[in-house]
Nanobody, 122 residues
């Protein structure tokens, strides 16, 4: 399994931007699909967006389409989540997860990071 570490969260005003990073170590990174999930109080982690090992992405959350972009740099073993035009509803703890497929289901990923918190507030 991969070890994943998220970073880049913080407090941002509505309309602002953040870029989250998911740094991986432990196994050949380029073979893994990486998903980003968001958890809000009282809810399970929900899949937002995922990137395949070769680059194509899948966005699961219609609310973030056109605002969030996922990318990967295999030379740095890192996946990025660029979040633009942030809204209060985007607040939560963001997790990256790795496996050999994309899915919006939490149970379909075996490797997880510890999460990074994003707060969108004025």
């Amino acid at each position: 399994q991969l070890k994943l570490v998220e970073s880049g969260g913080g407090l941002v005003q509505p309309g602002g931007s953040l870029r989250l990073s998911c740094a991986a170590s432990g196994l050949p990174f380029e073979n893994y699909y990486i998903g980003w999930f968001r958890k809000t109080p009282g809810q399970e982690r929900e899949g937002i967006i995922c990137i395949s090992s070769s680059g194509p992405e899948t966005t699961y959350d219609d609310f973030v389409k056109g605002r969030f972009t996922i990318s990967r740099d295999n030379t740095k073993n890192t996946v990025y989540l660029q979040m633009n035009n942030l809204k209060q509803e985007d607040s939560g703890v963001y997790y990256c997860a790795a496996d050999y497929h994309c899915s919006r289901r939490e149970a379909d990923f075996r490797s997880w990071g510890q999460g990074t918190e994003v707060t969108v507030s004025s």
